[in-house]
């Protein structure tokens, strides 16, 4: 069934070619008011790939000029009033300056995304049009997209070289690790240590499996919406530059959760004596787990990660079985 959104809109077969040229003048000076505001958002961090974009934004400019003086030769000063959301089969796309964050990663999907449209955008109009100097534009501006990609990485080597990526790639690594890794990490040491008193304490005071299963299932879920609502309201990321509160209370809060539930679900197995044995096994997994992740991520000597991290664990690890005995 259509829906009343897609009646709404015209179908691309039914636009006239000063419908299509008036299109195509909107389009471009859309995108390279999107690029230039990729540029200015990403160029305190990026400053190479915002030099691209502003590249980019020339370009799309120059295409927008060349369609606005063939639409005044053949039809006047007047444009059509017609965008593309206007026009049934375009990609409704969220304004980039709606966007309370964006990533590079972001903006050049959006970019790829955005070149694709418009060839395809422009191969349709050049094989409607039937004014020869209509179709011939818009065939050279079809060819101009479909290689706007190749362009743009020419243009991203000349002004990056090998070092600029190198540097821009460090500093995305630096952000996934201070908006994930780090808050991750927290959360699967808190989730892994704090959990395993109360998990072998229940164990040895009850011996029973599915009790201690139901323990370490609370206290892990429990320990996760602490730990993530606890991140999440600690900053707000804008003077820190850690990222989205959002993002972070999620990554602390589900390896919170998966670090306790490590050591509770081996007592999904009915037999005691084994599932106590496998889950020991999964602590001892699970804090050189930590100490790899401390090792590789946030510069940590090995050695000394295994020692804070294993010593810490095994000691409430002890604690715990201590107190179920008590």
Same mark, same amino acid.
């Given at each position: 069934?259509?829906?009343? %959104? +897609?009646?709404?809109?015209?179908?691309?077969?039914?636009?006239?070619?000063?419908?299509?040229?008036?299109?195509?003048?909107?389009?471009?000076?859309?995108?390279g !008011?999107?690029? +230039?505001?990729?540029?200015?958002?990403? /160029?305190?961090t990026?400053?190479?790939s915002?030099?691209?974009?502003?590249?980019?934004?020339t370009?799309?400019?120059? $295409?927008?000029?060349?369609?606005?003086?063939?639409?005044?030769a !053949?039809?006047?000063?007047?444009?059509?009033? &017609?965008?593309?959301e206007?026009?049934?089969?375009?990609?409704? !796309? #969220?304004?980039? %300056?709606?966007? !309370?964050?964006?990533?590079?990663?972001?903006?050049?999907? =959006?970019?790829?995304?955005?070149?694709?449209?418009?060839?395809?955008?422009?191969?349709?109009?050049a094989?409607?049009?039937?004014?020869?100097?209509?179709?011939?534009?818009?065939?050279?501006?079809a *060819?101009?997209? =479909?290689? $706007?990609a190749?362009?743009?990485?020419? &243009?991203?080597?000349?002004?990056?070289?090998?070092?600029?990526?190198?540097?821009?790639?460090?500093?995305? $690594?630096? =952000?996934?690790?201070?908006?994930?890794?780090?808050? @991750?990490?927290?959360?699967?040491?808190?989730?892994?240590?704090?959990?395993?008193?109360?998990?072998? *304490?229940?164990?040895?005071?009850?011996g029973?499996?599915?009790?201690?299963?139901?323990? @370490?299932?609370?206290?892990?879920? /429990?320990?996760?919406? +602490?730990? @993530?609502?606890?991140?999440a309201?600690?900053?707000? /990321?804008r003077l820190t /530059?850690?990222?989205?509160?959002? #993002?972070?209370?999620?990554?602390?809060? &589900?390896?919170?959760a998966?670090g306790?539930?490590?050591?509770?679900?081996?007592?999904?197995?009915?037999?005691?004596?084994?599932?106590? +044995?496998?889950?020991?096994?999964?602590?001892?997994?699970?804090?050189?787990a &930590?100490?790899?992740?401390?090792?590789?991520?946030?510069?940590?000597?090995?050695?000394?990660?295994?020692? =804070?991290?294993?010593?810490?664990?095994?000691l409430?690890?002890?604690?715990?079985?201590l107190?179920?005995?008590?």
């Open positions: 069934m259509m829906s009343l %959104w +897609s009646a709404s809109r015209r179908d691309f077969s039914s636009l006239s070619e000063r419908e299509i040229l008036s299109l195509a003048i909107a389009s471009e000076e859309e995108d !008011r999107i690029y +230039s505001e990729f540029a200015m958002r990403l /160029g305190g990026y400053p190479g915002a030099a691209l974009f502003e590249a980019m934004a370009e799309e400019d120059e $295409h927008r000029r060349r369609l606005l003086d063939l639409y005044l !053949r039809f006047g000063t007047r444009l059509a009033p &017609i965008r593309r206007h026009v049934r089969g375009f990609l409704v !796309r #969220k304004p980039v %300056w709606l966007q !309370r964050t964006l990533t590079l990663e972001q903006a050049r999907q =959006q970019v790829w995304e955005m070149e694709e449209a418009a060839w395809r955008f422009y191969l349709a109009a094989e409607r049009a039937t004014d020869a100097g209509i179709r011939r534009l818009l065939g050279d501006l *060819a101009a997209e =479909q290689h $706007h190749r362009r743009a990485g020419q &243009i991203e080597e000349t002004v990056l070289g090998a070092e600029g990526r190198a540097a821009e790639s460090a500093i995305a $690594h630096r =952000q996934f690790v201070l908006t994930y890794v780090q808050p @991750g990490l927290a959360g699967l040491m808190d989730g892994s240590v704090s959990t395993l008193a109360p998990v072998f *304490a229940a164990a040895f005071a009850t029973d499996t599915h009790q201690t299963f139901l323990v @370490g299932l609370a206290a892990a879920v /429990g320990a996760g919406i +602490s730990m @993530g609502f606890t991140e309201a600690s900053d707000d /990321g /530059g850690r990222g989205s509160p959002l #993002k972070r209370g999620l990554a602390a809060g &589900i390896m919170t998966v306790g539930l490590g050591h509770a679900l081996p007592y999904l197995i009915a037999d005691f004596t084994f599932a106590t +044995s496998v889950a020991a096994v999964v602590v001892l997994i699970e804090l050189w &930590i100490a790899v992740i401390q090792q590789r991520y946030m510069q940590t000597p090995f050695w000394r990660a295994v020692l =804070q991290v294993v010593l810490g664990g095994s409430v690890f002890a604690a715990g079985i107190i179920g005995n008590a």
